[in-house]
């Protein structure tokens, strides 16, 4: 930038310039034959540079993951024992089990009330809301995707564990995930929904088939493996959220029960990767069993986004 | 429509030719059409994939005039305009045989630095694509990128060439605007400036006025007629009325073969291919 | 999933006779009304969530901005009175124990402070990522980082802050900030790099977690803009003869400027209010205001989670109330800067953003 053209061998172009139509002047500007001009190292030098910095941008952001991917498969793979996901934990030592099968019913709870709500939600959106009211509602489950996730569970803490004096338990731990994961289902629901092309509807409309026939035959098939992503995605979300989950189900080494939602503290795998740690608990069989409760909740959580992927691809292919 | 100047008119709606839109103001010159060579293709083969889009072009084009590239669509003309220029290189799948030469010497030589290149043979593309910043930034975004001007010149390097192309009037007052309000006409002269400040020897026009209005057109290619003999001007177009008012020169390409070189009105009056003949008769009926 | 059942109730009543409608009419005209009924409740969920959220904390919190007035966003002072043998104390209509005293000013500032850091790490590194992907990378290549960085995207923020606390925190400490804090000069800005490097919690881990945390969101968001940029302009600057550099730098990234800003502000606002990363690195001091960039810190997340063993202690509940508003000012926080990033986006080039942690 701060060279100017004054004293450099390209400067000649600029001074003799011909810039503008009249003051041209022919053979002046064009170099002899065979003759280029030098060119200016610092540009191809300034180019490769930002290449090479792009390039190590990309590496920044797969180094650490692969650290850290490796970092927590390596603490786990070590002292790993496959009985470790059918043994209770008792204390600070044993197994997964309860925590095991508490996220797994907090997680089936949460979904399956958010996908009723976000699917309505979205259906609603993209297929009969119009104007200021669609982006109303829009904007607000939108922004809901915002709020961090402990304030969410402050709020269930306030209104339910204690408003309510539900105490901790099953049934808060589900309602605060399951507005977790609304925004994400709503968000695949009404852009699968607004993805499928308008020829199908039109084509249904012009035999006179009536909407709610065009909606499920036509409409909701098409969309539905976007809406599974969708599902799918969120389910990975919510399974490794750990804040919320201090102020809803906290932990005990209790089975989850469906006859004791409420009153019964429900322990899970993402707070016992935190509660086991040796941040929270310098006891090396409690520690190992934290790598193992992370190691369980990164492959569930990256065999659900992977199985959208696939959903993803699968379909795109099947829809040509 | 020899029509009087309208005051209430802006001037750049009628172009570089102010106010005044004359019906017999673009004379193509097709005289004087001798002078060096400053293009050669040798042996052009070039293709994406398994399609070949051009095979074994070999042609010259005159320093300093007006040449106009015509075919049927899919004839490869515009391919070989973006191979003089190296547009193509990064198409996936490109591959090619033969050579393009820009005064003797190979395009593809490893001494070439693409970007200088570039520098020395500009282009305008089918429809205007003004870059996201000032006007003014717009006209001397390549001189600056090629740092053929410092930030102290600037605003005089935009002046001149927006003269140039006849838009100085029309933009003067508002430099710092963006250039998406312009019109379309406006928005491909500001290109046009644009590739004038970098000082190329080589402009090469792909269908610049496709997307225009007739009054635009015109002003289009009345400055594409002032650019020679300084600039070599290589022009595709569809439109052969407008080989003919422009070009001094002509080639005809077709299914990707070079059929035609020659002189504009020897091509289109006194074809020598019959293929040539064809295809002028048949568009102009 | 749960809606098939309504969807296949509505379809049934049509599809044996798709042709011949007219007797079934009704009874379909009925039931689409119940779907649109249905929605239209499921789709104010969100929005009545929203209010019920802020106006619970409000109430919840009311009694502590009482009390903790404007003092709670200048003090330093993390204190919730006597516990023990002490009768609660009654000043202003507020319970709360002898000696409390809240001041969030470590909060706030920590929590600003990791998400710069944040920030000034991820905005460069997506934007320099994002632009090889596009424009370097082969398309498989390409949809290999893309659900690598969904896979990024997905890991949760426990297992993020396992590793932050265990491993990267305690490397760094080791074998990078003693370097720089030994050999960063003592002048202003500058000697914020200085002092003791610690163990590895504090501010730069945090920071740094927070960062790997966000990379995702501005990359994949700024890949799918870049993506969209008309070929046709960034033509115009390759046949002027500006290099890639210049071309991505004037003509690719300011077309999509906007766009990209609203990708970062997004980023941040999940920076603000990540919970676990943050708590589990930072090393928890209530009432510290970092002096360097190796201290250890808070954030106002963090305190909502690692202080509520201790508030749950206070009879009065004044410790609770004290986290709802420390809730509020998060809650304010991070809506207002969602919600500039969705209007800023939408209003100059009209794409949306994604959603929460843009998967």
Aim: hydrophobic share 50%.
């Amino acid at each position: 930038m701060s060279e100017r053209a004054g004293g450099r061998p390209t400067g000649a172009r600029v001074a003799s310039g011909g810039h503008g139509a009249s003051g041209r002047h022919g053979g002046a500007s064009r170099s002899p034959e065979g003759m280029w001009p030098p060119v200016s190292r610092r540009r191809k030098a300034g180019n490769l540079v930002f290449w090479l910095l792009c390039a190590l941008a990309l590496a920044l952001v797969i180094a650490p993951t692969l650290w850290l991917a490796v970092d927590i498969i390596g603490k786990a793979v070590g002292n790993w024992q496959w009985n470790v996901l059918v043994t209770r934990t008792d204390q600070l030592q044993g197994g997964l089990l309860q925590p095991l099968l508490g996220t797994l019913v907090i997680a089936s709870g949460a979904i399956l009330i958010a996908s009723i709500v976000s699917i309505l939600t979205g259906m609603y959106l993209s297929e009969y809301a119009t104007g200021p009211l669609r982006s109303v509602l829009r904007g607000a489950y939108e922004v809901l995707a915002g709020i961090p996730s402990i304030v969410l569970g402050l709020v269930g803490y306030v209104t339910l564990v204690v408003g309510l004096h539900w105490g901790y338990g099953l049934l808060p731990a589900v309602l605060v995930l399951s507005v977790l994961a609304i925004p994400y289902i709503t968000k695949a629901t009404e852009s699968s929904l607004a993805q499928v092309p308008t020829s199908y509807r039109e084509g249904a409309d012009a035999l006179g088939l009536p909407p709610s026939w065009t909606m499920r035959r036509i409409v909701l098939k098409s969309a539905v493996p976007g809406i599974v992503t969708g599902v799918l995605i969120a389910t990975a979300i919510i399974i490794g959220e750990t804040a919320p989950l201090i102020y809803t189900s906290n932990f005990s080494d209790v089975n989850p029960s469906l006859a004791h939602v409420t009153h019964l503290a429900v322990p899970s795998l993402p707070y016992m990767v935190y509660y086991f740690s040796f941040l929270a608990q310098p006891i090396k069989h409690a520690n190992i069993l934290s790598a193992d409760a992370a190691l369980v909740l990164l492959v569930f959580v990256l065999v659900l986004i992977l199985l959208g992927r696939v959903i993803v691809a699968w379909s795109r292919r099947h829809a040509e | 429509m020899s029509t009087q100047a309208d005051p209430a008119q802006p001037a750049e709606a009628a172009g570089p030719v102010r106010g005044r839109v004359d019906q017999a103001v673009v004379t193509a010159p097709h005289a004087a059409t001798a002078g060096p060579v400053a293009l050669t293709t040798a042996g052009l083969t070039l293709g994406f994939g398994t399609r070949t889009i051009l095979s074994d072009v070999c042609v010259d084009v005159r320093r300093g005039a007006v040449t106009a590239l015509i075919g049927p669509t899919g004839s490869g003309k515009t391919t070989l305009l973006r191979t003089f220029n190296r547009m193509n290189d990064r198409v996936s799948g490109y591959h090619r045989k033969g050579d393009v030469l820009l005064d003797g010497r190979s395009i593809w030589h490893p001494g070439v630095e693409v970007m200088e290149l570039r520098r020395r043979i500009g282009m305008l593309f089918q429809r205007p694509n003004p870059f996201p910043m000032s006007i003014m930034e717009n006209v001397v975004a390549g001189a600056r990128a090629h740092r053929l001007v410092g930030k102290a010149g600037m605003k005089d390097v935009a002046e001149k060439h927006l003269t140039a192309v006849g838009l100085w009037g029309a933009v003067k007052d508002r430099l710092k605007d963006s250039p998406f309000r312009l019109s379309g006409g406006q928005q491909q002269l500001l290109c046009l400036a644009r590739a004038l400040a970098v000082t190329p020897e080589v402009l090469l026009l792909d269908e610049p006025t496709s997307s225009l209005d007739p009054a635009a057109t015109q002003a289009i290619e009345e400055l594409v007629r002032t650019l020679v003999p300084d600039i070599t001007v290589i022009i595709v177009t569809h439109n052969l009325a407008q080989a003919l008012r422009v070009a001094d020169r002509t080639i005809f390409l077709n299914q990707g073969r070079m059929v035609e070189n020659g002189e504009t009105r020897q091509l289109f009056e006194h074809p020598a291919e019959e293929e040539t003949a064809h295809y002028v008769a048949g568009r102009f009926g | 999933m749960a809606s098939a059942p309504l969807a296949r109730s509505v379809g049934e009543a049509v599809a044996p006779s798709p042709r011949r409608p007219a007797p079934m009419l009704r009874a379909v005209v009925r039931r689409a009304d119940v779907v649109r009924w249905l929605g239209r409740t499921g789709a104010v969920i969100p929005l009545a969530a929203l209010v019920f959220i802020l106006v619970v904390l409000l109430i919840e919190s009311l009694p502590a901005i009482r009390y903790n007035g404007l003092h709670f966003f200048t003090t330093t002072v993390w204190n919730e009175g006597v516990s023990y043998n002490a009768l609660p104390v009654h000043s202003g209509g507020v319970y709360h124990m002898s000696g409390a005293a809240f001041g969030a000013l470590p909060e706030i500032v920590g929590t600003l402070l990791t998400s710069l850091i944040a920030l000034i790490v991820a905005v460069p590194v997506s934007i320099g990522a994002a632009l090889t992907i596009v424009e370097r990378l082969p398309r498989r290549l390409a949809s290999l980082v893309g659900i690598f960085l969904e896979l990024l995207a997905g890991i949760p923020s426990v297992i993020v802050g396992l590793f932050g606390a265990l491993t990267f925190g305690p490397f760094i400490a080791h074998h990078i900030t003693p370097v720089i804090a030994r050999n960063v000069p003592d002048v202003p800005v500058l000697s914020f790099f200085r002092g003791q490097p610690g163990s590895g919690e504090g501010l730069l881990t945090s920071g740094l977690v927070l960062g790997i945390m966000i990379i995702p969101i501005i990359a994949s968001t700024t890949r799918d803009l870049v993506r969209q940029v008309p070929i046709l302009p960034r033509e115009g600057a390759i046949a002027l003869g500006m290099s890639d550099a210049q071309c991505a730098r004037r003509v690719t990234l300011p077309w999509v400027g906007p766009g990209i800003v609203g990708a970062v502000v997004l980023g941040l606002g999940r920076a603000l209010g990540e919970t676990m990363a943050v708590a589990m690195t930072c090393g928890v001091a209530l009432s510290t205001v970092p002096g360097n960039i190796y201290t250890t810190m808070t954030t106002i997340a963090a305190t909502m989670f690692n202080y509520l063993d201790t508030a749950f202690l206070d009879g009065t509940g004044f410790a609770v109330r004290t986290i709802a508003e420390l809730g509020l000012v998060l809650l304010v926080i991070t809506m207002v800067v969602n919600i500039a990033a969705r209007w800023l986006v939408r209003r100059v080039s009209g794409i949306a953003l994604p959603v929460g942690r843009g998967v």
